[in-house]
């Protein structure tokens, strides 16, 4: 059994209960009896992309199980590569990681346009993606910021990951793909894509309500008074997957 934790949208900067909210949830993980095959932060790690707030997260990020960040449309990548990377001399290309454990593979990749909310996977991107699948020898968690599907949020379906086609293409009838595993829309979501699971991660600095909560906008659907959330995606034996979400006091 393969038990994953995915958070999302911490959005270090953004509010100061930001880091608050982060640390209770790393906190929650570290305190866990179990321990996880790995910890997958799918983006918007700093509100503005600035050094110091790569410096705060990379300090709450810390955990004793492996942990996999990747950018989303609030990061920067030449400071996220630079500060949380380690990276002397960061290039402006795409971030993409991967992490290799016993057990699974996961292919963080980085569906930010600079400067732009919406998302894309650079034709970079997509290739790199391409040789993590073929050269595997075990299952492949494939993970990004950007929904490639509609959630039924207009505010958010506005700005989700543009031109998915190609990733479709890549993916269908990868069965080692276990799921495909996003942030972004700050609500838990499970849905299709590329006929494997898209399962969406409810986010960390604050909630997004639907339309028929009165979640019609940007300015009145965004609530931070619930508290922080994140996912646990497991893959069984039988290569079932299971997702339960969970709410961090």
């Keep these: 059994m393969i038990v994953i934790a995915h958070v999302s949208d911490i959005h270090i900067g953004a509010t ?23 910890v997958l932060v799918t983006g918007d ?32 990548r030449e400071e996220f590569r630079r500060v949380l990377l ?15 454990t016993d057990r699974a593979i996961y292919a963080m990749c980085d569906s930010s346009i600079p400067g732009e909310n919406a998302g894309r996977l650079e034709d970079e991107t997509i290739t790199w993606l391409e040789g993590v699948l073929d050269g595997a020898d075990r299952p492949v968690f494939v993970a990004f910021h950007h929904p490639p599907v509609t959630l039924q949020s207009p505010p958010l379906d506005e700005i989700m990951l543009h031109r998915p086609g190609r990733l479709e293409e890549v993916l269908a009838g990868r069965a080692d793909v276990p799921a495909v595993l996003v942030g972004h829309a700050h609500m838990p979501a499970a849905t299709t894509f590329a006929g494997r699971p898209l399962l969406v991660a409810p986010g960390v600095v604050s909630t997004v309500r639907l339309p028929w909560e009165g979640g019609t906008t940007f300015g009145n659907c965004i609530d931070d008074g619930l508290p922080p ?21």
């Excluded at 608050?20 to 179990?34: E, I, S």
């Excluded at 959330?229 to 006091?249: K, W």
């Design 86 to 100: 380690g990276e002397a001399e960061p290039r402006p290309g795409p971030v993409n990681q991967v992490l290799r």
């Design 16 to 38: 100061p209960a930001a880091v608050a909210r982060a640390d209770r949830v790393m906190r929650y993980l570290d305190a866990l009896p179990y321990d996880l095959d790995a």
């Design 229 to 249: 959330a994140l996912a646990f995606h497991v893959l069984d034996g039988e290569g079932r997957m299971t997702t339960h979400y969970r709410l961090v006091p």
């Design 45 to 76: 790690i700093a509100d503005h992309g600035l050094a110091e707030e790569y410096e705060q997260a990379g300090k709450l990020l810390t955990s004793r199980h492996p942990v996999l960040t990747g950018p989303g449309n609030h990061d920067v």
